[in-house]
């Protein structure tokens, strides 16, 4: 069994500037390995190729970003929920947003066990987020459209979630797979959830 090879790290340019967390020629948020050069400690070695944690970490943060944008989402709407829907709704909403926001760490924290940053700012959720985010203070859709968007927005992290687990799979990353196969039972239970009220 060959030994894994450690972790590319960022590295200084000829003019001295670090290139951790650079984006790519395409603009797309490209997460940076971590440890940087220079760091002290060993080099990752879980039995998974630096290849293989690179393309995991790089789904991983799109879920993430799926997942942030959608607890957003439902955070908004449990605020600005009106109509004879509101008490309903409201406690649907936060339920959902509350649990929502405890997986967002699990994630994040999935990301760097595999040696990578994970992405934690509003521009490189917008540029690896597939979900649209809704703004709440200069209007606010009427509480079936609401709904309507969280069943679209739960429907679209499951296929995030998926893309996920096949790169996991292929690397046999156990773990990834386990927090994607729960990650994916939540949000097809919340999609039926919510779709149910609109038939």
Known sequence: MSKAKPAKSAQSTKTGKSTRGARSTTGAVVPAASPAA??????????????????????????????????????????????????????????????????????????????????????????????????????????????RQLVIGNEAVCRTARKVLDVADDADDAPTEDLATQRLQTHEKYAWMLRSLLQ
């Open 38 to 147: 220079g760091d002290n400690g060993p080099a990752i070695d879980i039995g998974i190729s630096d290849k293989d944690r690179g393309k995991i970490a790089k789904e991983l943060s799109k879920f993430l970003a799926d997942s942030y944008t959608l607890y957003l989402k439902t955070h908004n709407f449990h605020w600005n929920i009106t109509g004879p829907m509101f008490n309903s709704l409201h406690a649907m909403f936060m339920t959902q947003y509350t649990e929502q926001w405890q997986a967002l760490d699990e994630i994040a924290e999935r990301i760097r066990a595999l040696g990578f940053n994970a992405p934690g700012s509003y521009g490189e959720f917008i540029k690896l987020a597939s979900i649209k985010e809704e703004p709440g203070a200069t209007e606010a859709p009427d509480w079936r459209e609401m709904v």
